[in-house]
């Protein structure tokens, strides 16, 4: 018999598991994410400004690039430029949001060996810590387009109220790819290598520079193969077209989003217990 | 209640897996049929122990003997290969200086970033703050980023925070010996404190003193096993056997014979050990070395007459060694230290260290070394080591009979005062207080 016990412990893998590494860690990670988003910015002259900086230009690059020279054009679209900018913006936002978390996840736990071997630390915590962390950003973000929207169009559309409910599966999405990229990249550091092309094709082959509509019916699947395709869709819905969520699409996301998170908990229990041998 | 076991280890192995190359732990996973690839290394193996509430366990053993690996796997931080371990209550664990801390953090953010790890809710730390503070006397510095601290600073903030959330179980890797004496004195009677409020406390060390101190048990552990465990004075004697025995192995001398346990002597060796009928003679001595040659007697002389009961603070004594050589030698040294009953050494001395040149000797001699000193000791219990030692190229100084807490004598006399050395002191009042500066 092999085991470490002490007289609290929960069930290790019970689904709701995925909540609990939350609620029991709140503090942890509440103040993990704070310093996390201080720490991105401290020292940085212009500080918060350059969360700003950087969509802001890629913005104008792709709405020049997208929008002048390739005259992509939406069916909804009524605009020009102006309103290419805000479809394309509101894409990548969701899109940077997944790549990030993707990206942070690589390296979670090797650049964190002090929190594995040395103290005794809930490391399921960290994934939850960096999805957080990189939602920093998707509301600076939003902040920008919502104000962007307003002065152009002098009004919001209600259905913003909607954004977080979209999100939310996402989230859960992002935290279950997120623990399973963290825990077996400690094995196979080769899997850092393979974030950076799929988060580049996660890009290219999702309605963000272009309309689903605009492609091959039969290469349409492909887009909804990538799991930011439908939030994507469903944040410009409430965003720019003042539409409400798609309800039944919602709660099958939602199921399935859950789904991967807590395969992706589960798989990071199951292979805990070797990394303090291998970091 | 007291005798509740907080801490229970049973068949406990850890097994590391060493890769020739870092290609092989993907071939090892990757082979159909198991295929190993892999040497196992057992870093522990089959240790099993408990520990009591309140106790304070120490734990000794040479570099690379798993003790760090011990207390991982007890934090819960490396996972044992076999075995089983329950842990009861909560622990607080010093395992490296400053894990945990967070470099970028100030001070007070790492502590509270320490107590949510270990889900203590924020008003409670807020409660402790001050005595945390109070504790590690880092001033001004609990404001700023912990990368500015000195590594002192940085383990007594850690330890402060560690104690301050008064965990049910201490775990201390030789952490401690970062900070300055007067905060390590510190920490070691805070464990007196902790001790009384129930607290059990693991500590790793290579300070016998401290295992003889703070110990209420001591566990030996040598290349992954438990060698010894028990009280710490025999724990120690097992550790020194095991520190200096293979030593004297390791030279290229082929009649070295094995230590054998002064309980067990081996009479053919030598003639009479006459130091067992010495009044002070003291049963739990250890005694090691190649006894090329031999301790065979040694008598305290005072002016109330030889091998007396009691000794008188502040006579003086002649100490007479007997010596039976066993082969032709050369290069000797001949030592003695005295220490409290603690352990404290309270004096040594040897002839290498005094620059004496001493007298070769043939098989078959038999010599007498006599030190001759006053007894400066206050009233009270001392231990006195002997040794006969040799100059050696490979190992520096090669024992060849040392015989530890050899003897166990008690110093009588009417002084009240404390410590241990015998100052002669005497105390006045002048009703002219001047000073000593009236004279000018």
Redesign the interface.
């Known amino acids: 018999?092999?085991?470490?016990?002490?007289?609290t412990e929960v069930s290790e893998y019970a689904a709701l598991g995925v909540f609990i590494s939350l609620i029991?860690?709140r503090?942890?990670v509440y103040?993990?994410t704070r310093?996390n988003i201080a720490?991105r910015f401290?020292g940085a002259a212009l500080g918060v400004l350059w969360s700003l900086f950087t969509p802001i230009l890629m913005l104008a690059v792709y709405t020049f690039v997208f929008g002048t020279i390739l005259e992509i054009r939406w069916i909804e679209q009524k605009g020009g430029n102006l309103e290419f900018a805000t479809i394309l913006f509101s894409g990548l936002i969701i899109h940077s949001y997944f790549s990030e978390c993707l990206q942070s996840s690589v390296q979670l736990i090797t650049d964190n060996r002090?929190?594995?071997?040395?103290?005794?630390?809930?490391l399921e915590a960290l994934a939850w810590v960096a999805i957080l962390t990189s939602l920093f950003q998707v509301a600076v973000s939003t902040g920008v387009l919502l104000l962007y929207l307003l002065l152009v169009q002098g009004a919001l559309s209600w259905t913003i109220i909607f954004l977080p409910i979209i999100l939310a599966p996402l989230m859960l999405f992002a935290l279950g790819i997120s623990w399973i990229i963290s825990s077996t990249a400690v094995?196979?550091r080769d899997i850092g290598q393979l974030v950076g092309p799929i988060t580049l094709i996660l890009l290219f082959v999702s309605p963000i520079f272009y309309p689903v509509s605009s492609i091959p019916s039969e290469f349409q699947f492909l887009l909804y193969l990538n799991p930011i395709t439908w939030v994507v869709d469903q944040v410009r819905n409430a965003m720019l077209w003042g539409l409400t969520p798609y309800i039944q699409g919602y709660l099958v996301y939602l199921v399935f989003a859950f789904l991967v998170s807590w395969i992706g908990f589960s798989v990071f229990k199951k292979l805990r217990?070797?990394f303090?041998?291998v970091v | 209640m007291s005798s509740e076991q907080v801490v229970r280890v049973r068949g406990l192995g850890k097994c590391?897996?060493i890769y020739k190359r870092p290609i092989d732990?993907?071939r090892e996973?990757l082979s159909p049929r198991n295929q190993t690839y892999h040497h196992p290394f057992w870093a522990l193996d089959d240790v099993t122990f408990n520990v009591k509430k309140g106790e304070t366990l120490g734990l000794i053993g040479p570099n690379g003997s798993g003790k760090s690996t011990l207390l991982?796997?007890l934090?819960?931080?490396?996972?044992?290969?076999?075995?089983?371990?329950?842990?009861?209550g909560r622990?607080a664990?010093l395992?490296?200086l400053g894990?945990?801390f967070?470099p970028?953090?100030t001070g007070r953010?790492n502590v509270?970033?320490n107590a949510?790890?270990?889900?203590i809710?924020?008003d409670t730390t807020e409660k402790r703050l001050d005595e945390i503070v109070a504790f590690s006397g880092i001033g001004e510095f609990l404001d700023r980023p912990v990368k500015t601290y000195s590594s002192g600073m940085y383990v007594r903030l850690a330890f402060a925070s560690a104690i301050g959330m008064n965990p049910d179980i201490l775990i201390v890797d030789e952490a401690l010996a970062v900070g300055d004496i007067r905060f390590q004195r510190k920490c070691y009677r805070h464990f007196n404190e902790l001790q009384a409020r129930g607290t059990t406390i693991l500590f790793v060390t290579h300070a016998v003193e401290l295992i003889r101190a703070h110990c209420d048990r001591a566990i030996l552990l040598n290349n992954g096993r438990i060698e010894s465990i028990g009280s710490p004075a025999e724990v120690i004697h097992s550790y020194l056997e095991l520190m200096f025995a293979p030593d004297s192995r390791r030279s290229d001398v082929q009649e070295i014979v094995e230590i054998p346990n002064q309980r067990n002597r081996d009479s053919t060796l030598s003639g009479d050990d006459s130091c067992l009928d010495r009044n002070t003679y003291n049963p739990d001595e250890y005694r090691w070395g190649n006894r090329h040659a031999e301790i065979t007697d040694f008598v305290f002389m005072t002016k109330h007459g030889k091998d007396p009961m009691f000794l008188e603070s502040r006579e003086s004594i002649e100490l007479h060694m007997k010596n039976q050589f066993n082969k032709n030698m050369e290069g000797l040294i001949y030592g003695l230290t005295i220490r409290t009953v603690d352990g404290v050494m309270v004096f040594g001395a040897n002839t290498r260290d005094r620059a004496m040149k001493m007298r070769n000797h043939k098989k078959g001699e038999v010599t007498e070394i006599i030190f001759r000193f006053d007894l400066n000791l206050l009233p009270g219990e001392y231990f006195l080591s002997l040794g006969i030692a040799q100059d050696d190229d490979t190992v520096d100084n090669l024992a060849i009979d040392r015989r530890y807490d050899l003897s166990h004598f008690t110093v009588q006399g009417d002084q009240n005062d404390l410590g241990f050395s015998a100052l002669n002191m005497q105390i006045g009042e002048s009703i002219d207080p001047t000073l000593g500066g009236a004279r000018t």
Do not use: H, W
Request: proline share 4%; hydrophobic share 35%; charged share 25%.
């Open positions: 018999m092999t085991g470490y016990r002490t007289k029991e860690n503090s942890l103040q993990l310093r720490i401290r002090q929190y594995v071997k040395k103290v005794v630390f809930p094995y196979l217990p070797g303090s041998d | 590391y897996r732990r993907l996973f991982e796997i934090c819960g931080t490396v996972t044992a290969t076999r075995g089983e371990v329950v842990v009861d622990i664990a395992l490296e894990a945990g967070n970028e953090f953010e509270f970033l949510a790890i270990q889900r809710p924020k």
